[in-house]
T-cell receptor, first 114, second 115 residues
């Protein structure tokens, strides 16, 4: 069974631009969550999608958005990039996203904003 | 306000000895706790979990202990091996409504196992 796939792996963008990151979950998984990891910080929750609906959102500005498609693939978009958006963005999938269901993470997309 | 805290950014242990990683939390609504291991350039991988109604869960060399009254959990690795060298994240799960459970992570502890 293929794991969680995130593309691209690395990205360099200029301040003010926008970026779209992609995540393909494990086959059969319907819940996709996104996290931001910055140096010295833990993983900070961005949002969760389930069956094409955003079920939960973390404390991030509206510049961060996402969506999920009918095949459970998900994208996240960051508009008007700031230097502080430089981070590792991780996507995680789980079958239904229950409390005891561990999330399976992708390798992440390393975004650098210059 | 950090709800899940890993107060030790790093830990060094001799190979064969016990590694003890600690985690404290503040939110009593957390009902499940998980540990993840992360190698550089890879995503976190699930290691072990424990329900809030239990005080111990064991899986091979890994044991997680939960002390609810102290809002404290710990991960024990016995014996430690060089391949265990990684960053370990403590995570806590809570219900966020609409069928969604959210994981709140600590900042991680970098474990170095010295041969």
């Amino acid at each position: 069974k293929a794991g969680v796939t995130q593309t691209p792996r690395y990205l360099i963008k200029t301040r003010g631009q926008q970026v779209t990151l992609s995540c393909s979950p494990i086959s059969g998984h319907r819940s996709v969550s996104w996290y931001q990891q910055t140096p010295g910080q833990g993983l900070q929750f961005l949002f969760e999608y389930f069956s094409e609906t955003q079920r939960n959102k973390g404390n991030f500005p509206g510049r961060f958005s996402g969506r999920q498609f009918s095949n459970s693939r998900s994208e996240m978009n960051v508009s008007t990039l700031e230097l502080g958006d430089s981070a590792l963005y991780l996507c995680a999938s789980s079958p239904v996203g229950g409390a005891s269901t561990e999330a399976f993470f992708g390798q992440g997309t390393r975004l650098t904003v210059v | 306000d950090q709800q899940v805290k890993q107060n030790s950014p790093s830990l060094s242990v001799q190979e064969g000895r016990i590694s003890i990683l600690n985690c404290d939390y503040t939110n009593s609504m957390f009902d499940y706790f998980l540990w993840y291991k992360k190698y550089p350039a890879e995503g976190p991988t699930f290691l072990i979990s424990i329900s809030s109604i239990k005080d111990k869960n064991e899986d091979g060399r890994f044991t997680v202990f939960l002390n609810k009254s102290a809002k404290h959990l710990s991960l024990h690795i016995v014996p430690s091996q060089p391949g265990d060298s990684a960053v370990y994240f403590c995570a806590a799960s809570s219900y966020s409504g609409a069928g969604s459970y959210q994981l709140t992570f600590g900042k991680g502890t970098k474990l170095s196992v010295i041969p």
